[in-house]
């Protein structure tokens, strides 16, 4: 069974540094495009950063540029995003979502819709 784990939230003060964690169970990231969205109460949820495992390229929210990196593991299992320089703005419940590029479908990192897997959320809260 595909499942997605997300970990790693919690609360920061700003200025502050939060890593995430999305681990695949029952596959590998191996031509994946992982995406990190999130979802802040009243609004509507954000596409945050996206990984493509299969060449390593890399999208950024402009809203996160600068201060968050999207990584992956050698083993490919495991999607990281480090969060630094926290902001109250981004506190929100955190999910990852993948889609293997070899579904055959089109993929557009900041789309909910074109991912099928999802994991369960983490929630992120950063204090001012």
């Known amino acids: 069974e595909v499942q997605l784990q997300a970990s790693g939230g919690g609360l920061a003060q700003a200025g502050g540094s939060l890593r995430l964690s999305c681990a695949a169970s029952?596959?590998?990231?191996?031509?994946?495009?992982i995406t990190w969205f999130r979802q802040a109460p009243g609004r509507e949820r954000e596409a945050v950063a996206c990984?493509?495992?299969?060449?390593?390229?890399?999208h950024y929210a402009d809203s996160v540029k600068g201060r968050f990196t999207i990584s992956s593991d050698s083993p490919r299992t495991t999607v990281y995003l480090q969060m630094n320089s926290l902001k109250p703005e981004d506190t929100a419940v955190y999910y990852c979502?993948?889609?293997?590029?070899?579904?055959?479908?089109?993929?557009?990192?900041?789309?909910?819709?074109?991912?099928?897997?999802w994991g369960q959320g983490t929630q992120v809260t950063v204090s001012s």
């Open positions: 990984i493509n495992t299969g060449d390593g390229s890399t």
């Open positions: 029952g596959f590998t990231f191996s031509d994946h495009a």
């Open positions: 979502a993948s889609e293997s590029w070899r579904s055959g479908g089109s993929i557009y990192w900041d789309s909910a819709d074109s991912f099928g897997s």
